[in-house]
């Protein structure tokens, strides 16, 4: 039902910033809560940050709060990643998921039923 295509990754130096773009197609977009998700090599798929479906209820993971800040623009069927501060650690892999509305914004990625394809994010000098 929802087809998602994430861009914006690449190659940043540390301290550095980047905007990841998550485009969706789907009749019923706007009722989806969306999140983004990270795996770096050898490590298992994390959670980053989650957005409810009218964006005014947000999460992110302790280890991206106050750097990483999560948007949506529904007329667009946009999500976006603003990531600040880059860090090596920040490496990785970045997926867009989402999920049909609900009241809750889970961190697991077994909650979301549909996935983009991923782009890189390599934070290094």
């Known amino acids: 039902q929802v087809q998602l295509v994430e861009s914006g990754g690449g190659l940043v130096q540390p301290g550095g910033s980047l905007r990841l773009s998550c485009a969706a197609s789907?009749?019923?977009?706007?009722?989806?809560?969306m999140g983004w998700f990270r795996q770096a090599p050898g490590k298992e798929r994390m959670f980053v940050a989650a957005i409810n479906w009218g964006g005014g209820r947000k999460v992110s993971s302790d280890s991206v709060t106050g750097r990483f800040t999560i948007s949506r623009d529904s007329a667009k069927n946009t999500v976006y990643l603003q990531m600040n501060s880059l860090k090596p650690e920040d490496t990785a892999v970045y997926y867009c998921?989402?999920?049909?509305?609900?009241?809750?914004?889970?961190?697991?990625?077994?909650?979301?039923?549909?996935w983009g394809q991923g782009t890189q994010v390599t934070v290094s000098s």
């Open positions: 789907g009749r019923t977009f706007s009722t989806y809560d």
């Open positions: 998921a989402a999920k049909q509305a609900g009241a809750r914004l889970p961190r697991l990625p077994g909650e979301y039923g549909y």
